[in-house]
């Protein structure tokens, strides 16, 4: 049974259920740690099936607030308030002043930052990476796998990918900690001056394995940001591909208004 709406069509029970236990978790009435109502609680509030409230709870569980335990029903989670991605976050006085991008914006948000290094070395580029360094597919690249937490909890992964001929001279770049101001910082202090970061990003339900990597319910949405890093001689000398958790930011450009 559906209830009609501006344009004349109907919401699904199960999605007008799901809205309001969301609803319940962003105002506070459902806090971090409660207990969502059980199936059987949920039915005699609703009076709907059980079938109703089982399809309702998978619509709860896809918006990223509650994770579900075993035996025990769904908790609402603790998340930490998002923050702001920011364009201003590349900064070259940033880079100079040893503070990477993640960690100049978790400063500012006045939050904890840690990152966990998952994999670095050596791999063959894969054909959509090879086409953005514009090396051969396969040609071997520097592969480096971050996850990321915020107030200890994961929020982003990170895979940055750099042609093998800029990396191989560039000693820090296989270290866990390349140092202040990250691999940006060690690039230009190379000789790899940028001159821009072009980004791209598009939201998405998370895969299986990204969930449980970044403490999510199966499905929960998701953006992947794609990031080509461009020197002042127009190479790209990094490819950077990052999954983030959507419920965890808010994305904040400065447009310049002049041609």
């Given at each position: 049974m559906g209830t009609a709406v501006g344009d004349g069509r109907a919401v699904p029970?199960?999605?007008?259920?799901?809205?309001?236990?969301?609803q319940q978790i962003r105002a506070g009435v459902l806090k971090a740690g409660d207990m969502v109502p059980s199936e059987s609680?949920?039915?005699?509030r609703y009076g709907v099936s059980g079938g109703t409230i089982r399809?309702?709870?998978?619509?709860?569980?896809?918006s990223g607030l509650v994770e579900t335990?075993?035996?025990?029903?769904?908790?609402?989670?603790?998340?930490?308030?998002?923050?702001?991605?920011?364009?201003?976050?590349?900064?070259?006085?940033?880079?100079?002043?040893?503070?990477?991008?993640?960690l100049a914006e978790s400063e500012q948000a006045g939050a904890t930052a840690a990152v966990s290094v998952l994999y670095i070395g050596p791999m063959g580029a894969p054909e959509e990476i090879a086409e953005r360094l514009d090396v051969a597919p396969g040609a071997q690249v520097l592969a480096r796998r971050r996850l990321y937490f915020r107030n200890g909890v994961p929020v982003e992964?990170?895979?940055s990918y750099l042609p093998w001929d800029v990396v191989k001279d560039i000693p820090e770049l296989f270290a866990e900690n390349p140092?202040?101001?990250?691999?940006?910082?060690?690039?230009?202090?190379?000789?790899?001056?940028f001159a821009e970061f072009i980004e791209t990003l598009q939201a998405r339900p998370a895969a299986k394995a990204e969930a449980s990597e970044l403490k999510l319910s199966a499905g929960a949405p998701v953006v992947h940001l794609v990031r080509n890093a461009?020197?002042?001689?127009?190479?790209?000398?990094?490819?950077?591909?990052?999954?983030?958790?959507?419920?965890?930011?808010?994305?904040?450009?400065?447009?310049?208004?002049?041609?």
């Amino acid at each position: 049974m559906g209830t009609a709406v501006g344009d004349g069509r109907a919401v699904p029970r199960y999605v007008q259920i799901a809205d309001e236990i969301v609803q319940q978790i962003r105002a506070g009435v459902l806090k971090a740690g409660d207990m969502v109502p059980s199936e059987s609680e949920l039915v005699k509030r609703y009076g709907v099936s059980g079938g109703t409230i089982r399809k309702a709870m998978v619509e709860v569980r896809a918006s990223g607030l509650v994770e579900t335990r075993h035996g025990k029903g769904s908790l609402v989670k603790a998340r930490p308030p998002v923050r702001h991605r920011s364009s201003d976050r590349f900064r070259r006085s940033l880079r100079r002043g040893g503070k990477a991008a993640y960690l100049a914006e978790s400063e500012q948000a006045g939050a904890t930052a840690a990152v966990s290094v998952l994999y670095i070395g050596p791999m063959g580029a894969p054909e959509e990476i090879a086409e953005r360094l514009d090396v051969a597919p396969g040609a071997q690249v520097l592969a480096r796998r971050r996850l990321y937490f915020r107030n200890g909890v994961p929020v982003e992964t990170a895979t940055s990918y750099l042609p093998w001929d800029v990396v191989k001279d560039i000693p820090e770049l296989f270290a866990e900690n390349p140092g202040g101001g990250g691999i940006y910082a060690r690039l230009e202090d190379h000789g790899h001056v940028f001159a821009e970061f072009i980004e791209t990003l598009q939201a998405r339900p998370a895969a299986k394995a990204e969930a449980s990597e970044l403490k999510l319910s199966a499905g929960a949405p998701v953006v992947h940001l794609v990031r080509n890093a461009v020197t002042e001689e127009g190479r790209v000398v990094e490819v950077c591909d990052t999954l983030m958790a959507a419920d965890q930011f808010v994305f904040s450009y400065r447009i310049p208004a002049a041609d």
